[in-house]
């Protein structure tokens, strides 16, 4: 499991669309078969009944826990941090997948400044992570976005160490 | 001769479908009321088959208090309680420095009924400035003071007291991420507050239509914004904006006809556009590619303010409502952050909100000369609301690390916290002035 985790990063840190160099010696035998599909990113899970492989879905999803679902941005500020390219390309993998998969992308800010100023703020980060995910070939039917501004904080708190939380876009499935 | 005159007591009680709220509103004064007139309320005596349930006298002096500009004289340096004027010994009352002395009593007429008697003296020469009578009943006591109060203040001031209108709030209790939301309305005194929205997904941005009959905000319910309009009279909600993207920040125009409102539509470009009730045609007013949001209708409906960072940060700008193709014009230029403006009654100031030294305080700003006065001094002020009267404004603070509402007056000299009984308090919307009473 592991492996297949460090694989799919692998695959990720060397670009999302690329086609990832695979090291077969190191391969079990399950994980190859998957890959074979990840070529057809169109195919739904149903298409491949009784197999024990992981669909390229579900390798991307894996892939997910590892990075996460929030992407946090600086004060005022909705471009993206090249930190999280990882984070992005990993979603663009998911959602490349399967043209039915869904999600919305929650743009949120911390505290400071008017709410509905926020709301702007809010949407306008989470436009920021749509586009990056439609560079990377993410249908824009695939994502909406929804902005909360400030009213829905991840932690409490009026600091710096809270600000820092709540500036983000949560990636929701 | 007749010694009172009569009111009519015309009281509006606003049916609600909705559910009374535990948070009440506490008052405390943080600032100022140094210059503010001292008066004394006596408490009301009563004659006949029943007491009044209402210290009636005692929220007449809150609502004057509250005003900031009276500093009503504490009971207990009370020598005596006169109830009417011949009771009155106006030297004692020079003594306790008194500047004018209201006295009154609910005589009791049939079961249930009551006539509110009241006379208002100046002690320094000890001229009757008002005797007035209001027919009430139990449920109509606490309108009846605070109609008191506003005959009172209007009386002295010269311009309309706001005890009897009405404020809506958002109420936020319970712990991050499980938090639900109340809008609710009370009395500008926070009492009788009724919850007419309550929700796990916030709400924001209450508005009142400029008839007090209605109030547009914004719900996020289903993991959506939206804009609503919930009738106060009837209960009845309607939703009126659900498009893709924002749905924010809607303000009626001055005839009730339209809203402003902030969309995002498609392509996430977030402008302001005009809504016509009626016809739902909608019209777009901003075309930055900035945020461009807050909308604030000019007193006669031509203009409207808002907020962009068009400029690099956010800024008030105004455009025309005919002719929204000219570019807006920037109507602040203090300090780096200027947004969500208000327009004051009159249509001669602006509030906003104010960032400088790293705090956001609320300030107003001459229209025509363009000079900004910060009027307040928290860490996090937002959320400025005129009173109707022009008066006064409510916002939103923090104390002791919880959002409290706050009163100031426009020119900042007094300010008082009103604090929650429990959870947050913050986006404040004051309503208009009920509709003008016969007399």
Known sequence: MRKILIMALAALVLGGCKTPPINKADTPAETQSSDSNSNNNAAPMSNMPNTQAMSAEQMAHQ????????????????????EYNTVIAAHAKYLSSSNNLKVRLEGNTDERGSREYNIGLGERRAQAVRRALMLLGVNENQITTLSYGEERPAVEGHDEAAYTKNRR????Y | MQRFISLCAGVMLGVFSTFAAHAELVIEITRGLNDAVPIAVVPFG?????KPALDIAEVVSNDLSR???????????????PTSGEQIQFADWRLLKSNYILVGKAVSTSADHYDVQFELFNVLNAQRLLGLHIAATTATLRITAHRIADIVFEQLTGIPGVASTRIAYVNVEGVVPNQTYKLTVSDADGANPIVIANSNDPIMSPAWSPDGLSLAYVSFVNKAA????KFLQTGETRKVSARSGINGAPAWSPDGKQLALTLSRKDGDVDVYTLELATQVLTRMTYDPSIDTEPAWSADGS?????????GNAQIYET?????NHAPRRVTFDGNYNARPRVSPDGKQLALVHQEGGNFNIATLDVKTGSLQVITKGRQDESPSYAPNGAQLIFSTQSRGHGVLALVSADGRSQQNLGATSGDVREAAWGPLPPKQKQ
């Open chain 1, 169 to 172: 876009v949560e990636i929701s």
């Open chain 2, 67 to 81: 005003s900031g500009r009276f500093a009503p004289l504490d009971r207990r340096d009370m020598i005596e309680q």
């Open chain 2, 46 to 50: 009563s004659s006949g088959n029943s």
């Open chain 2, 226 to 229: 939206a804009i609503y309009v």
């Open chain 2, 320 to 324: 025309n409502v005919r002719d929204s």
């Open chain 2, 303 to 311: 203009k409207i303010y808002f907020t962009s960072d068009r400029s």
């Open chain 1, 63 to 82: 892939a997910l826990d590892k990075v996460g679902f929030v992407i946090y941005f600086d004060y005022d500020k909705s471009d993206i941090k090249s």
